[in-house]
């Protein structure tokens, strides 16, 4: 009987243990996070499944497990660099997790024409359009459809149209210490174009970097049928760098 009482004590232990490890790691070092819609295509797939790097922009309250941390803002901050895939919470909705890559960083101008980005950087009296060029079609399964796919920087997006109602925006002047976010799938993506729904994105509401893929499966998967998972597998698409 002590034997038994001694080795389910030695269980429990084990077990606290590696909750413990388990909660380090996800809150100073890496994350998992799984992608649940199309924002992010073509670089980021219905069914992926990301690492986020957490220690790339420092630690804010939002980086604990349920907002738990004894103090606000944020510690060994690091600024975040245009064109960076971030995952952040919602403003005003912190339970909610979002994925978007940043475009327009705080005291700048930026405004939305034709599809194209015009940013104002800090100490300028000019708009610079962000340059776009074709790069043939992505043909998305999800949908079975071909969509225009674009380079613009050194990354890829896709544009449905060039005169949806997310193609023209105001000018906004970002605020001190806030962000300004884009889907890459620019005409199927609620960002921070959308003033009453994602806006400016505090900096302590960044949770990280998204590092890579480590796993992904295609949108005809599914649980009840979980024997079929092999053949649903985006073998391709297996610990890829996201870009």
Request: aromatic fraction near 14%; hydrophobic fraction near 40%; proline fraction near 5%.
């Amino acid at each position: 009987m002590k034997k038994l009482k001694s080795s389910f004590v030695n269980n429990i232990k084990a077990l606290l243990w590696a909750l413990l490890i388990a909660g380090v790691i996800r809150t100073f070092a890496i994350e998992p996070f799984k992608i649940p819609s199309g924002s992010m295509k073509p670089n980021l797939l219905v069914g992926d499944f990301l690492f986020v790097s957490k220690w790339d922009y420092g630690y804010s309250r939002y980086s604990f497990p349920f907002g738990l941390a004894p103090f606000s803002g944020k510690i060994m901050e690091k600024n975040p660099s245009r064109g960076d895939i971030i995952v952040f919470k919602l403003p005003g909705q912190e339970n909610i997790n979002y994925v978007k890559r940043l475009v327009g960083l705080p005291g700048e101008t930026i405004k939305v024409v034709d599809g194209l980005i015009y940013l104002k950087k800090v100490g300028s009296d000019n708009f610079k359009v962000i340059e776009q060029s074709d790069d043939g079609l992505f043909f998305d399964d999800q949908y079975q459809a071909n969509i225009n796919q674009l380079v613009e920087s050194d990354y890829k997006i896709l544009n449905l149209t060039d005169s949806g109602p997310l193609d023209f925006t105001p000018e906004y002047k970002i605020p001190k210490n806030k962000f300004f976010f884009m889907g890459d799938n620019r005409d199927n993506s609620s960002d921070s174009r959308v003033m009453s729904g994602v806006g400016f994105v505090p900096k302590e509401n960044i949770i990280g970097k998204v590092w890579f893929i480590w796993f992904s499966v295609d949108t005809d998967f599914s649980l009840s049928r979980f024997w079929t998972l092999p053949l649903h597998i985006r073998y391709d698409r297996l610990f890829n760098a996201v870009k």
